[in-house]
Each structure stands twice: as structure tokens, then as C-alpha cells.
């Protein structure tokens, strides 16, 4: 008789652990901006930063890469891609449905201690900006929508969003310098938590539209000029 497979031991389920858990890192670091777009990744470089063999950094690239979050550019080498113009697009109008209807559905669960979290993590964001640590500002305005959009509790909604963002995510280096110098999103920040505290669902949902809008501005201007740079085919 053949041995039973029904039941996997620890030591079975402990690789496929170890491969989720190293895709989910990467893919977090894409979803908040650690990556830029052209950014090279290898399997032996991520494997030593995430301090773990390369079969589970590989097929977390691999896993990646369906999901078009990076491009093989050889055998062992990633590229986290560059959204073009129509995908920026695309990606946005989804984001202005999906992300406004998530605010506006999470001002009516939101509590006193939301909203404190909410403005401590603004101070953080703010910091950050004002001594452009733009990567400790992009860490940390992930959490600060998602704190938001959490609130909702639509698990579907939330993971539809996520996907997005992990698309969208290294552009979102694009916004900088000039959207911390102008304070865009600090004030559209301001305006999702002070529509928090008067529970205006229509507030909170302009606030967060406004702020997809203004970020789209400018990744769609650092797109054309990339765009531009690029050698014309004879």
C-alpha cells in the first residue's frame, strides 16, 4: 500500500512558509516605494537581504513577475518595470473608484484612537519629508492609507487595492522632490483626517481622490519625461 500523503508534517509545511513569507516581504517593499522603477533585483541579492536561500527568493521573483510586478531581464535578474502612460492611466480611475469608496465607507467605523493614530502617523510623514527621508516617508504613507482603508472591513475591496498599489508602488518615487515641496499630499492628509473627525464620509472620500489626482500629476509628467529621453528607432 502506498504511503498516505493526506496529512503534511511541520517539516513539509515549513518551506512553503518560508517562500510565502519572503514573497511578502518583497512584495511589501514594492507596494511602498523601497524599489524604483528600472530598478535592477537579482536572486542572490535579494536572498542575502532577506537572509534566506535562493530558492525561495527565486520563487518569489517568480511569482512576482506573473503578477507583472517585475520583468525578467535574464535568467536570475528582475526589473521593476516602468508603468506607461495608458497603465498609469488605468491604474489611477481604478484607484479613485476603489480607494474613494474605501474611505468614505471607513468614516462611519472610524474611532477617536484611529484618528489620533492617524495624525501620529502624519507627524512621522512630515518629518520625514522636511528632511527628505523619502523613503521613510513612502514606508510610512502605505500605512497611512491602508489605516484608513482597513477600516472599511471589505477584505476583497482592501486586497483589490493592494494589488494595485503593488503596480503602482515604485512610481510612487516619482512624486518626489516637488510633491513634498509643494505639500500635496500633507494637505490632502489633513483634510482625510479632519473629514475623519467630523465623520464627513464626502470629505474624507474628495480628500483621498484629491490626493490619487495630485499624485497622478506628476507621475504622469515624470513619465513623459522619461518618455522623452528615450532614443528615438532610426
Request: hydrophobic share 40%; aromatic share 6%; net charge negative.
Amino acid at each position: 500500500m502506498a504511503p498516505s500523503t493526506q496529512f503534511a508534517t511541520e517539516d513539509d509545511r515549513q518551506p512553503a512558509r518560508l517562500g510565502d513569507r519572503v514573497y511578502q516581504q518583497i512584495k511589501e517593499k514594492l507596494i511602498r516605494g523601497a524599489y524604483g522603477p528600472g530598478d535592477k533585483l537579482t536572486v542572490r541579492g535579494l536572498a542575502e537581504d532577506l537572509q534566506v536561500s535562493s530558492t525561495p527568493a527565486r520563487d518569489a521573483i517568480n511569482r512576482l513577475a506573473l503578477e507583472g510586478a517585475l520583468v525578467y531581464a535574464g535568467p536570475k535578474t528582475v526589473i521593476v518595470p516602468f508603468l506607461e502612460p495608458q497603465a498609469l492611466e488605468e491604474i489611477t480611475l481604478m484607484r479613485l473608484a476603489l480607494e474613494g469608496l474605501a474611505a468614505e465607507k471607513a468614516t462611519a467605523r472610524v474611532t477617536d484612537e484611529d484618528i489620533e493614530t492617524l495624525q501620529e502617523m502624519q507627524l512621522r510623514i512630515n518629518a520625514a519629508l522636511d528632511e527628505r527621508r523619502y523613503a521613510e516617508a513612502l514606508w510610512s504613507n502605505k500605512e497611512f492609507h491602508f489605516s484608513i482603508y482597513k477600516l472599511c472591513c471589505m477584505p476583497h475591496l482592501l486586497a483589490t487595492i493592494e494589488t494595485l498599489w503593488l503596480r503602482i508602488g515604485a512610481s510612487f518615487n516619482d512624486l518626489y522632490p516637488e510633491f513634498a515641496e509643494a505639500k500635496y499630499g500633507v494637505h490632502n492628509h489633513m483634510a482625510a483626517i479632519e473629514g475623519l473627525e467630523e465623520r464627513d464620509a464626502s470629505t474624507v472620500r474628495a480628500a483621498i481622490e484629491s490626493d490619487i489626482r495630485d499624485g497622478y500629476r506628476r507621475m504622469k509628467h515624470a513619465s513623459r519625461e522619461r518618455n522623452a529621453c528615450r532614443p528615438r528607432p532610426m
